[in-house]
Structure formats: C-alpha cells, structure tokens
C-alpha cells in the first residue's frame, strides 16, 4: 500500500480572513439614523417658520381690512380674527364681542356703514393680538 501522506507543494495552508461586516452594517445604520434625523428635525424646524410667517400675514391682513364695503369687511373680520381668538382668554373674550357687534352687519341685504363702537372693538382686538 502507498502512503496518503504526500506533501503538496503549490497549495497554500488556509488563513483566517478578519469579518468587518457587521461593522459595517452598524456604521450604514448609524449613519442613515443620524441623516434622517436631521431631515425630520429640519422640517419640524420649517414647519413652525412657515406657521408663524402665516400668523403675521393673516394678522397684516387683518390690520389692513378696507371698509368701504361693511359687509365684506364684517366677514373679513371674522373669518381672520377667528385664528387668533383662541391665543388666550383676553383675545377669546375680545373676539367674542367683536364677533357680536359685527352680526347685523353680516346678515342684512342692505347694511350701513360700520359704527365707531364696533370699529373701536375692531381696534381693540388687532391691538391685543400677541403676532
């Protein structure tokens, strides 16, 4: 019988290979959690700006109302001072009697030119509005 045992010559003896994928794999996961934190942070961010830039454009067109035509300027009125009526307790009570005085102005066919007690509640509200 003939020895098994020959020596091979051209083959390399086996190495060990050092495994960094799951390395890797926590620095693509890291990474990818950091990212998308920072694009859901960055849009909350816009989100607020672009909130309060809306606030101070309704609240300008709520200081700006023409009233040359009171009907118009009556629904105006209320439909730009509800955003700010719920703020706080002041502005809800203000709103609420602004909104009381503009009523005949709103729903008459025929309605006459606003008055200076409900132009001075008008005042009052734009004045305590907190933009």
Do not use: C, W
Not at 55 to 76: G, H, M, Q
Not at 88 to 98: I, V, W
């Amino acid at each position: 019988m003939k020895d098994l045992n020959i020596p091979v010559n051209d083959i390399a003896p086996l190495i060990e290979i050092p495994d960094y994928s799951l390395y890797y794999f926590i620095a693509v996961v890291i990474i990818t959690v950091t990212v998308t934190l920072a694009l859901i942070l960055a849009l909350i961010k816009q989100l607020r700006k672009r909130k309060i830039n809306v606030r101070k454009e309704r609240f300008k067109a709520l200081s700006a109302i023409d009233f040359s035509d009171p009907k118009r300027a009556a629904y105006t009125i209320t439909e730009l001072g509800r955003v700010f009526a719920s703020d706080n307790e002041r502005t809800s009570k203000a709103f609420h009697n602004l909104f009381e005085r503009l009523a005949p102005y709103k729903y008459a066919p025929q309605v006459k030119m606003i008055d200076e007690e409900t132009l001075g509640y008008y005042r009052l509200y734009v004045e305590i509005i907190d933009v």
